[in-house]
């Protein structure tokens, strides 16, 4: 039986292919490293514990790395309601082998002076290790995490 299919840009968490796998009723397959252009990563979404969440901003100097995955569409409905206070937004992002739409996270609901916990921070970039996705981007993930 032919399940229609979505793409999902996944640049925090999710990066982490074993975390996205244990939230989804199918299983995600892994189409590639991707970037998006004009957009910064920041830890400026507040959990209800006060420390933050990944998130994307508009920045003409910078691109965020992601990974590509291919999910099935009955799995939308768990992105629609995983995130609160994020917009599951279509956006254009780049492999190498050429433009892709895909759906991701963002948020406009943004505070300033607030810091990601210890294990996901660690988890984003295990899962952008995994994905090779370059160590000097990496590094500035766990710079933004207030960690340097």
């Excluded at 998006?36 to 003409?60: C, I, K, T």
């Excluded at 609901?109 to 921070?121: G, L, Q, R």
């Excluded at 981007?137 to 960690?147: D, E, F, K, T, V």
Aim: charged share 25%; aromatic share 14%; glycine share 8%.
């Amino acid at each position: 039986m032919y399940m229609e299919k979505f793409y999902y840009f996944g640049y925090a968490s999710n990066l982490d292919a074993s975390t996205l796998e244990g939230r989804l009723k199918s299983s995600a397959k892994k189409i590639a490293v991707a970037i998006l252009p004009h957009f910064g990563f920041r830890f400026n979404v507040e959990n209800p514990d006060g420390s933050a969440r990944a998130n994307v901003v508009p920045s003409p100097n910078e691109s965020v790395y992601g990974i590509i995955y291919e999910v099935d569409v009955a799995d939308k409905d768990y992105f629609l309601t995983s995130e609160p206070g994020y917009d599951f937004v279509e956006q254009e992002v780049f492999t190498k082998n050429g433009a892709i739409k895909a759906f991701m996270f963002k948020s406009v609901n943004m505070k300033d002076n607030i810091f990601p916990k210890e294990e996901y921070w660690k988890g984003i970039v295990k899962g952008g290790k995994e994905a090779k996705i370059p160590n000097t981007y990496l590094s500035h993930i766990i710079n933004r995490a207030g960690r340097l």
